[in-house]
């Protein structure tokens, strides 16, 4: 079993950077890919970034790529989700999933096992 918790969202302008937070409670964490989804009010949720366990292989929706970088921090079993230049349309609560099972695909939300709380992240103008 492993315990996920998001940090880091806030209220922030449009323009501005957060970096997200997610701790996990096993030394193990470093072994699981892990994913940052979001929801946003009324919408499905979806994908914004993965790691690998190796933290050498990521990926990024199209809507993030090159605004925000995925970052893992084996020694302090954190995965981090550095967020720039962000957008109105980046409002949504942010959940980070872990998953031991290898796919070559990170994008699918069912292909996780554990999920966080989720954290807010609001935009504005």
Known sequence: QVHLVESGGGLVQAGDSLRLSCSA?????STYATGWFRQAPGKEREFVSAIAPSGLVTYYSDSVRGRF????????????????????????????AATAVWYSDYSHSGRYNYWGQGTQVTVTS
């Not at 409670?25 to 964490?29: E, G, H, I, P, T």
């Open 25 to 29: 409670s096993r030394r193990a964490f």
């Open 69 to 96: 970088t995925i970052s893992r921090d084996k020694g302090n079993n954190t995965v981090y989700l550095q967020m720039n230049s962000l957008k109105i349309e980046d409002t949504a609560v942010y959940y980070c």
